[in-house]
């Protein structure tokens, strides 16, 4: 039983969905933003543009709407490297990305930075 009710929960889901579609393509809004998109996407065919190239165009117009959102998701900088440190009087392993780490600072205060230096590993 457990299936059929399954059916008729998403056959009412569907309904409902359509219902709120066939409200939506009345929307004179709607109507001119896809009509605007479509004409976008014929331009960009005539001219063999992808969306990429209409971005950098548009940047170049405006700076402020640079392709700068979308290259933020990606990163704005590669990640740094792991660099290993061993500290040869204690056998101690330390494994940061950075410089600003506890125990190498406290190494560097004992022991001068270029010693500490010569410490890590590759």
């Not at 063999?48 to 170049?60: E, H, N, T």
């Not at 406290?106 to 010693?115: A, D, L, N, V, Y």
Request: no cysteine.
């Amino acid at each position: 039983m457990a299936k059929i009710n399954d059916y008729y929960q998403k056959k009412q889901l569907m309904e409902k969905l359509s219902e709120e579609l066939a409200k939506l393509e009345q929307d004179q809004a709607l109507k001119s933003e896809l009509e605007f998109e479509n004409k976008v996407r014929d331009l960009m065919k005539k001219y063999d543009k992808s969306p990429k190239d209409v971005l950098q165009i548009l940047g170049a117009i405006d700076p402020s709407i640079s392709g700068a959102k979308a290259d933020s998701s990606t990163g704005s900088r590669p990640k740094r490297p792991m660099k290993t440190y061993k500290n040869p009087n204690t056998g101690e392993v330390v494994k940061t990305r950075g410089g600003n780490h506890k125990v190498l600072n406290e190494w560097r205060q004992k022991h001068g930075k270029e010693t500490v230096q010569s410490w890590q590993q590759d």
